[in-house]
């Protein structure tokens, strides 16, 4: 396992963490000069920060810095009620595939999508099984795509908790198994994004990561960290920073190495009850402490 308690090399940083400082939003390019500031080699930025700045801009500025990506968020959300809503949601990948392109990201990071309306509580429809059903589709029909521009599909499972709204592929299994039957060939096109909030708790995580690995090119393409906190206040956005809750990292990340993956531990924390109210700087040295201590 590598050692990171001497720098901070492999650390990237999700924007997400840091697009909330002192209670305030902060544009993508002032993030990329504060992690440019600390030496931080890596960034994972969202769509929606990319397009209030440019995305021209935005490539330009991490060229200038030296910065790279881990991933890039996000692409997925497939289900749709009709066939114009899937129709849309392919348009609106093939559009984040070229934008991750453009960033020359690592992966495009799926969050597959779920219920259509169920966000807005209001759920077209409530057969799951159609929702993966069309999921799996929209991956198929994405992943054409991607072969031919060359940018890797990382399909993310999230936590049961938010298979109505967001995902209903919910483990690493089911996000391994989609990936075996649509590239079995295990081309390097299609694999997982693996966010430790979602999965630390799956009984079959060692085992599935280890599958993950056991590919011609690892399936693993993105590895994100932060902790789960006890209590957790809000489901969505009290994620912890690493160390502070209940997850055993070094532990998780041991078996990810095992398996090949060799990038970058990409910090993700959604915090609005805490971290998004405490000045960016503060947010981004803890962020480094805690990679170099406890990730």
């Not at 990810?256 to 970058?264: L, N, Q, Y």
Request: proline share 4%; aromatic share 6%; net charge negative.
């Amino acid at each position: 396992m590598r050692d990171f308690s001497g720098n901070h090399d492999w650390l990237s940083i999700n924007t997400a963490t840091v697009r909330k400082q002192s209670g305030a939003e902060v544009p993508l390019d002032r993030i990329i000069d504060q992690c440019a500031e600390r030496g931080i080699r890596a960034i994972s930025p969202w769509r929606d920060q990319v397009a209030a700045v440019g995305l021209d801009k935005v490539a330009k500025q991490l060229k200038a810095h030296g910065i790279g990506l881990s991933g890039y968020c996000r692409g997925g959300f497939f289900p749709a009620a009709d066939a114009a809503g899937l129709k849309a949601a392919l348009e609106d990948n093939r559009r984040a595939i070229d934008e991750a392109k453009t960033l020359d990201a690592p992966c495009l990071v799926l969050v597959v999508g779920a219920l259509p309306g169920a966000l807005e509580s209001k759920a077209a429809y409530k057969d799951i099984a159609r929702a993966r059903s069309e999921v799996r589709d929209g991956i198929a029909a994405s992943l054409e795509y991607a072969r031919e521009v060359g940018m890797p599909l990382a399909i993310e499972p999230l936590h049961p908790m938010q298979a109505a709204d967001r995902a209903c592929i919910n483990t690493l299994e089911h996000a391994l198994d989609i990936c075996d039957e649509l590239d079995a060939g295990q081309s390097g096109m299609l694999g997982v994004a693996l966010d430790i909030y979602h999965v630390w708790w799956d009984p079959k995580l060692q085992q599935q990561i280890a599958r993950a690995g056991n590919a011609k090119h690892t399936r693993l393409l993105a590895y994100h960290v932060c902790d789960w906190l006890t209590p957790t206040r809000d489901l969505l956005s009290d994620r912890g920073m690493m160390g502070d809750g209940v997850v055993e990292l070094k532990k998780i990340r041991g078996w990810v190495e095992d398996a090949g993956f060799a990038g970058f531990s990409e910090v993700e924390i959604f915090s609005n009850l805490d971290w998004w109210q405490r000045p960016g700087a503060e947010t981004l040295d803890m962020c480094i402490e805690r990679h170099c201590s406890a990730v």
